[in-house]
């Protein structure tokens, strides 16, 4: 009997099929075993593709998964509909406002974050690495949202498992490109050893969020370096000095 799929889910987003994943109920075996969802991994083409099809029927049952080509960026796409995996648009946010559609943000550290206004049926997720984040990919993915009937004071968010300030160690060269977009930013920042510093990146994505005017975020706090049996890592993996790594999705739809 196999393994269900673990399905976290955020109060704030309740009543939107929604759901953050990590590597329970899958089939992958090696350094990617669990739900690794990766198609740019080294995985098991045949393995992905089941591991995909699990995730999306556990949260979106009979939907369609549309997944970008993540390029750490800022840029946010409206999907009217599905398209072909090797034609995934390069950016970091979906949004949509068509049922039947399950959008999926894939990742193994970084922040995945979800969006919904329910009174307007409209749905959003968003890919937040530290680059992406600080460049903004969550204010242009609640002006996509907006552009397609969304108010921002009416949209809920959550933010995922994804590294925690307690595992992710920086310099301070990366500490003063925050630094420098705001001085106020020193405060997700904790002193490390000398000459770094740890990095609170699920604060500073919950800050960008309420700045842009969402009054509801959810912080889930679930540390995907710490916890190995649940979430894949990217910086475990490269700190083991492991081949590759899997990764993890998030899902939400109408």
């Not at 399950?102 to 959003?124: F, K, M, S, Y």
């Not at 949202?145 to 060269?173: H, N, Q």
């Not at 842009?212 to 890592?233: C, K």
Request: a negative charge.
């Amino acid at each position: 009997m196999s393994t269900p799929v673990e399905v976290i889910t955020a109060r704030t987003l309740a009543g939107v099929a929604h759901g953050f994943l990590g590597r329970i109920g899958g089939v992958s075996g090696g350094v990617h075993a669990g739900l690794n969802v990766g198609i740019g991994s080294d995985d098991d083409a045949a393995a992905v593709a089941e591991n995909r099809a699990r995730a999306t029927e556990a949260v979106v049952p009979g939907a369609t998964l549309v997944t970008l080509y993540q390029i750490h960026s800022a840029e946010c796409v409206t999907v009217r509909g599905s398209f072909d995996e090797a034609l995934r648009p390069r950016a970091d946010a979906l949004v949509t406002d068509r049922p039947g559609l399950a959008l999926g943000i894939l990742t193994a550290d970084c922040a995945p974050v979800l969006l919904a206004d329910r009174e307007a049926g409209v749905v959003g997720a968003a890919h937040a690495g530290w680059k992406g984040a600080l460049g903004g990919v969550t204010d242009t993915t609640i002006l996509a949202m907006e552009a397609l009937g969304a108010k921002r004071e009416r949209i809920a968010a959550a933010i995922g498992p994804c590294i925690a300030r307690a595992s992710y160690e920086v310099d301070t060269g990366f500490a003063q490109r925050f630094e420098a977009d705001d001085p106020a930013n020193e405060r997700f920042f904790a002193e490390g050893r000398a000459g770094h510093f740890q990095f609170d990146l699920e604060a500073y994505v919950a800050h960008r969020l309420a700045a842009a005017g969402v009054m509801r975020v959810a912080m889930l706090g679930l540390d995907t370096y710490a916890d190995e049996a649940r979430f894949f890592s990217y910086r475990r993996a490269t700190h083991r000095g492991e081949p590759d790594y899997g990764r993890q999705i998030s899902i939400i739809g109408l």
